[in-house]
């Protein structure tokens, strides 16, 4: 159910959607000039765990706040929003993470070079772009050497340049598959990796940065020779997509999406309140 729409008709039709209704809807009526507004922002967010966990790590972090769901199919107004209602921060997913950018104040240089913003902050009045997406591939990738591993990242979107960023620093050699030719080369020229159209099996670590699993379509790299031997990173976390279907059947190493989410959203935790969350609270939030 969607309760609240951020977008370009957020401010003159207050009538229709309004930060009362949301904030009835969430039970916290007459709590919003003492209570740190936080949330998330994205089309579609009916598969998000990110509210659950970061409402755990404010409890257990004693911060008097609420992480609340703004699905929006624009973000026109989100700098509009973030200031009026004086919301410390939000966290930007698919499909905004490169357009968020244009309404930033500054972006961090490791924004700017992934070429995406996942984390947005309030910085009294001035409003800062961050991205955590590398952080959370770091923190689920940290048991594992990645030195020298040969990389498919499906996708070119924002999660995929972060993706492309993080294992190409960590020594990978990154190949990228997309349907958009367009934005695959992008990616490409801007970080010095290749194309790639084909099957999948002679890939150490194969990554999907797309949506495929939330909604119906077909991956841009052939999955069907998936063996034992590699390793499978999904960011579509909790649901059992065509990519983790066949990972499984074939007893590869799975590296769970969760672990992103969890890594990505404390790093953005850090960002919004100046201290560091209990992940293992996050994470039994999550399960």
Request: charged share 25%.
């Amino acid at each position: 159910m969607k309760i609240f729409t951020c977008g370009s008709d957020i401010l003159p039709k207050m009538d229709i959607h309004t930060l009362s209704d949301l904030m009835d809807a969430y039970k916290v009526r007459g709590l919003i000039a003492d209570r740190v507004i936080t949330g998330i922002i994205g089309h579609p967010l009916s598969h998000s765990d990110s509210p659950s966990m970061q409402n755990a790590a404010m409890k257990a972090a004693g911060v008097k706040g609420i992480y609340l769901t703004f699905d929006s199919t624009d973000i026109e107004h989100l700098r509009d929003v973030v200031l009026g209602y004086g919301i410390r921060g939000m966290n930007v997913t698919i499909p905004y993470k490169q357009k968020v950018i244009e309404q930033m104040d500054s972006i961090s240089e490791i924004a700017e070079r992934i070429g995406a913003v996942n984390t947005v902050i309030n910085d009294d009045g001035e409003i800062k772009g961050e991205n955590t997406d590398h952080v959370g591939i770091r923190y689920a990738f940290s048991n594992i050497d990645l030195k020298g591993k040969n990389v498919i990242i499906m996708g070119s979107g924002g999660a995929a340049r972060a993706a492309t960023y993080t294992f190409m620093d960590a020594g990978c050699d990154v190949s990228i598959s997309g349907r958009n030719e367009l934005t695959v080369n992008m990616i490409c020229d801007n970080f010095g990796c290749a194309p790639y159209r084909g099957s999948v099996k002679t890939f150490d670590i194969i990554v999907n940065c797309t949506p495929i699993g939330l909604v119906d379509g077909r991956y841009p790299a052939d999955i069907d020779d998936i063996h034992s031997e590699q390793i499978v990173f999904d960011m579509v976390y909790g649901h059992d997509t065509p990519l983790i279907k066949k990972a499984k059947k074939s007893g590869s190493i799975l590296v769970d999406g969760k672990e992103m989410l969890i890594g990505q959203g404390a790093e953005s935790f850090h960002l919004w309140f100046d201290r560091k969350p209990d992940v293992d609270v996050m994470r039994r939030a999550i399960q």
